[in-house]
C-alpha cells in the first residue's frame, strides 16, 4: 500500500516533485533586476495527488505534520490557510486568479528538503503543487510561467516578499547545470558545472542556526534598495554604477546598494569563467568575496555562517559564502572532493568549541527541476 493509499483510501491520479535549491553566487540581486546563479539539489519535495471529483474540499496532509488542513479550491483566499498548508493553498489560488481551472484535490506532501535551513523548501513545495495542478487540469507546464504563479503564491498569500529566483531554480534546474538567470528578462541560460569531472565538490554546511524570510530583516534590505535606487535616480540597482553609489552620504543605503552592484558583477564574472571552461577553482575567490560583500555592506550573515565560512577557508576550500537569504542558513564550500569530510569535521570542531549545535554537512549534485515523480 503507498502512504498516499494510507492517507486517503484511495489511489493517486500521479505524483510530482520539484527541488530545493542552493545560490552559487548572486544574493539579493533577484528584487533588484540583477542576475542569479542558483543550482537544483537532489532534494525534492514530493506531491501525490487525486483530483476529488464529487466534494468541494481540498484537503493536504504532511508526512511532517499531524494534521491535515482542508479549504475549497474555488474559493480560497490569503489569510485563509495559514503554515505550511498555505504554500499549496496560495499556489491554488494564484492558478485561480489566473483564470486556470482548480480541482479540489487530496494530496500528500513528502520530501527531504530540509525545512527552514534556506534551501527553499517553501519554493518546492510551490512548485511541486503547481506543476502537480498544471497535469492534473492539462493546461501550459511552461517552466517560467509556473514559476511565476509560484511566486505569487509566496509574496501575495503567503506574505513572504521574495524575489522569483527560487520558483526558477526549482522549475528550471537541471543535472550538471546552473541555472543563470537574468531576473529582468526572466531569461534562462544553462551553464556546464560538473564539479565531479575537475575532482571538485560543492560541500553544503547547513548551520543550523535559522533562519525566516517572513520576519522583517529581508523587507527591510528590499526597502534599502529601493531607498538606494531613488537616490541614484535609477528604475533599479540593476542600473547603477558603483562610482555613483559610493557618493551617496547615506552609509547605510550606500552599503546596501554597494553589495547589489558589486554581486551582480561577481555572478557575471564567474559565468564567464565557467563558460570559458576554466577550472572551476578559479570561482572560489569570487564567492569569498560575495560572502565578505554580505557580511559588510548588506549585514545579512550572523556568526554561525561567518565561522562556518571563515572555517571552510583555513580547512582549505577554494572559496566559501553563505547562500540564501540570510540570517542563518547554509554556507556553500567549494572544495576538493577529497577534502568534503575533513571541511565539513573541521566546521563541526569550530562549533563544538563554541558550544553551538553541530551542523550538518553534505555534498550539493546540480540535478533536475520539477516534473513528474
Ligand atoms: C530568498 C528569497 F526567496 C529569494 O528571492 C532571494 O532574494 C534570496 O533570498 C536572496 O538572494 O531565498
Known amino acids: ?29 533577484d528584487y533588484n533586476d540583477g542576475f542569479v546563479l542558483p543550482l537544483a539539489l537532489d532534494r525534492r519535495t514530493l506531491v501525490t495527488a487525486a483530483r476529488v471529483d464529487r466534494a468541494s474540499r481540498t484537503t493536504v496532509r504532511s508526512s511532517r505534520e499531524a494534521d491535515p488542513v482542508t479549504f475549497a479550491a474555488a474559493t480560497v483566499s490569503p489569510g485563509d490557510v495559514e503554515g505550511w498548508a498555505a504554500y499549496v493553498a496560495g499556489v491554488v489560488w494564484a492558478f485561480r486568479e489566473a483564470g486556470r481551472p482548480v480541482p479540489d484535490l487530496d494530496l500528500l506532501v513528502q520530501g527531504d528538503v530540509p525545512v527552514g535551513a534556506g534551501l527553499s523548501s517553501s519554493a518546492s513545495l510551490e512548485c511541486a503543487v503547481a506543476i502537480a495542478l498544471a497535469d492534473l487540469t492539462d493546461t501550459s507546464a511552461e517552466p517560467t510561467v509556473l514559476a511565476r504563479l509560484a511566486r505569487r503564491a509566496e509574496n501575495e498569500f503567503v506574505g513572504a516578499p521574495t524575489g522569483g529566483m527560487d520558483q526558477m531554480a526549482a522549475m528550471h534546474g537541471a543535472p550538471g547545470r546552473l541555472v543563470f538567470l537574468d531576473t529582468r528578462s526572466e531569461q534562462v541560460e544553462l551553464i556546464p558545472f560538473d564539479l565531479a569531472a575537475h575532482d571538485l565538490a560543492l560541500l553544503v554546511i547547513d548551520t543550523k542556526a535559522p533562519h525566516q524570510l517572513v520576519d522583517g530583516q529581508y523587507g527591510e534590505r528590499r526597502r534599502d534598495c529601493a531607498d538606494a535606487a531613488a537616490l541614484l535616480g535609477v528604475p533599479s540597482l540593476r542600473e547603477a554604477r558603483l562610482h555613483a553609489v559610493e557618493e551617496l552620504t547615506d552609509e547605510r543605503l550606500r552599503r546596501r546598494a554597494r553589495h547589489v552592484v558589486t554581486e551582480n558583477d561577481r555572478v557575471l564574472e564567474v559565468v564567464e569563467r565557467l563558460r570559458a571552461g576554466k577550472d572551476p577553482r578559479a570561482i572560489g575567490p569570487l564567492l569569498t568575496a560575495s560572502h565578505e560583500s554580505m557580511r559588510d555592506d548588506f549585514a545579512i550573515t550572523v556568526p554561525h555562517v561567518d565561522v562556518a565560512a571563515e572555517t571552510a577557508l583555513a580547512a582549505g576550500a577554494h572559496g566559501a559564502r553563505m547562500t540564501g537569504g540570510g540570517f542563518g542558513g547554509c554556507v556553500i564550500a567549494l572544495v576538493e572532493a577529497g577534502d568534503t569530510e575533513r571541511v565539513g569535521e573541521a566546521v563541526a570542531a569550530a562549533y563544538a568549541e563554541r558550544g553551538w549545535e553541530p551542523p550538518v554537512a553534505f555534498t550539493a549534485v546540480a540535478s533536475a527541476g520539477a516534473g513528474r515523480a
Open 1 to 29: 500500500m503507498t502512504d498516499f493509499t494510507r492517507a486517503f483510501g484511495r489511489e493517486p491520479d500521479g505524483a510530482w516533485a520539484a527541488p530545493g535549491r542552493v545560490n552559487l553566487i548572486g544574493e539579493h540581486t
